[in-house]
């Protein structure tokens, strides 16, 4: 496994320089990711999904050629060795993010985590308020909410810089004082505009009484969250987005004191210390195990602690610090972009300052009049170019009706065309823009652990094919 070049570079890896940082990340380019060059790939999805590392597949396939693995839930040798590593890879987690007050369930990925608060926390006569800059996992728990007579309000961001309106949300936080359960849930980085929201607002939800889930997918793979200074109850995040492999993993950090606040609705196996068919009664498991439905990946559990050694060997500080070099300069060039009339070739979203800001970057595309291309036309020519960016409403419709000075009298009159038919909703997305009269959806481009000056100079000349036109 790739590793840095001594102990003493992580713990002064904020500090440096430009220069110390390049190097090291082109030669991590070299050693991990050569598969980029070699098929002359430019990604710069790192948001959608990060790139494994071949040193973690090396360590991964190793340990699977050289052990015998069976159904952690029993206590025969195969089992045991999997119980053994599944339980190292739940420690790694912990320790990872300073988690000891918490349990660590481990999902299919976030969402997965996100529907077990949803399904399970108390919302009858309770509330749910949501940041309008959410991803759908988190806006689909108000169906939850809905449906057991709960309430349900959503916090607005600023349209300039994209962040939160501080007035509106501690506002929104002083009502609902005698409702005994209510939930506040946010990002702590969006995952369309890169913006790092105040991880302080846990802490002030909760000295108003909420509870608070922290959707952190967008945010660990390049920021460090330690949970032993920041306390939300619930967390949530993908591996995959942090270290690329494997797929199909996530966990949901439970606070312990919040654990039998979540009631699960039903049981499955490997999920109760007891059950009966002829009492008709179960008794759930008392940790992590209530909530890990049915056989578990244990077969790729143990790379999830792989994966994080191969980050905590970078140093997650030095990343972070890498990650916010690259997108001012991203930023900085894009900025300088112009048509020769002086009109920008891309309108950037939200605020730019470094502090708020990590390695994603929303835009769209301008020709020369500021008429907006549509972004599939920008994804062909980038996929013809052997670009991935990401392009749509990236599953965050406040964000996307926000950027796109979609009202609520837009929305309204828009579902009433169509009456109680949902299903027909379901038409093309030119359908809907020619519908409300405006754009949707923009054109997103975001930075990783594998990116080099040589992705950001060809994605820079690809802009830079848009002027004049």
Known sequence: MFTSHSTSENKSESYLNEDTLTAFFEDLRAKEYSRLDKTNQTYLDFTGGNLYAISQLEEHRKMLEENVFGNPHSSNPTSHKSTILIEEAREKVINFF????YYCVFTANASAGIKIIGEGYPFKDGHLLLLSDNHNSINGMREFCKKTEGSVSYAPIHY?????????????????????????????????????????????????????????AAFVPTSHLDLSKIQPDFVSMSFYKIFGYPTG????????????????????????????????????????????????NYLDIPAIKIGLDFIENIGINKINRRISILTQKLITELNNIKHSNGQKVVQLFGSTQKEYKGGTIIMNFMDKNQKSYHFTEVEQLANQNLISIRTGCFCNPGLDEINSCISN???????????????????????????????R?????????????????????????????
């Open 98 to 101: 300073n988690a000891q007050d």
């Open 160 to 216: 300039q810089d994209l962040r939160i309106d501080e007035i509106a949300l501690n506002n929104l936080l002083s009502q609902h004082q005698t409702t005994q359960n209510k939930l506040f849930s946010f990002p702590a980085q969006s995952n369309v505009s890169g913006i790092k929201h105040d991880l302080a607002w846990v802490e002030k939800a909760q000295q108003k009484g909420w509870d608070v889930l922290l959707d952190a």
């Open 249 to 296: 993993i996530g966990c949901l950090l439970i606070h312990k004191n919040k654990f039998e606040k979540i009631n699960k609705p039903w049981f499955a196996g490997g999920t109760v210390n007891f059950a009966s068919v002829l009492g008709n009664r179960h008794v759930l498991a008392n940790a992590h195990e209530r909530f890990e439905d049915g056989t578990i």
């Open 409 to 439: 009298e837009d929305m309204a009159n828009y579902f009433f065309n169509w009456g109680e038919d949902f299903n027909s909703l379901s038409k093309s997305h030119h359908y809907k823009m020619d519908f409300l009269g405006k754009m």
């Open 441 to 469: 959806g923009a054109v997103r481009v975001s930075v990783g652990i594998a990116t080099i000056q040589k992705d950001i100079d060809i994605f820079l000349d690809f802009v830079r094919s848009f002027q004049n036109k």
